[in-house]
């Protein structure tokens, strides 16, 4: 597996994130548990069948977190020389669409509900080092498609 590459925004947020899953995410998964063992009969209890599905949801983020920390690449944010790079905001154009705006980076630094584009995608890879005016080509699963970069921003 390939390292996350992580602005320094993103990889503090998603080290806050794994130590209050880890710290008092376990400890209210374990309260809700207990609260709905005492309940009694646990094959027909629902709040601790609930529980325990959210305790496991829990532990696989937390697993998640985990192993893209352990080998995250913190890269500042590029961009600042107008050619398009990670966590950079890119405005495209394709044939007969629209404008519109992705990130360029990992999905765990998404900002809204702007659509994210990987660097290691086959768009990714179209975009990263040009700038805006070109004009770029890649293959997707529908056949190859042209691209007009827009602009190129923060």
Do not use: W
Request: charged share 30%; with cysteine; hydrophobic share 35%.
């Amino acid at each position: 597996m390939e390292p996350a590459r992580l602005t320094p925004e993103t990889y503090e947020r998603l080290q806050a994130e794994l130590e209050d899953l880890t710290t008092r995410g376990r400890v209210e998964i374990a309260q809700a548990i207990e609260a709905a063992r005492a309940l009694g009969d646990l094959s027909e209890n629902g709040d601790y069948h609930a529980a325990k599905d959210t305790q496991g949801k829990m532990e696989s983020r937390i697993r998640q977190l985990q192993a893209m920390l352990k080998t995250a690449v913190v890269v500042g944010p590029s961009g600042d020389d107008g050619c398009v790079g990670h966590g950079v905001v890119v405005t495209l154009r394709y044939e007969g669409d629209d404008p519109q705006e992705f990130f360029v980076g990992s999905i765990e630094e998404r900002r809204g509900g702007m659509p994210v584009v990987s660097p290691e995608a086959p768009l990714g890879r179209a975009l990263m080092g040009r700038s805006a005016g070109d004009t770029v080509e890649y293959e997707a699963p529908g056949g190859v498609l042209r691209v007009e970069i827009v602009k190129v921003g923060q």
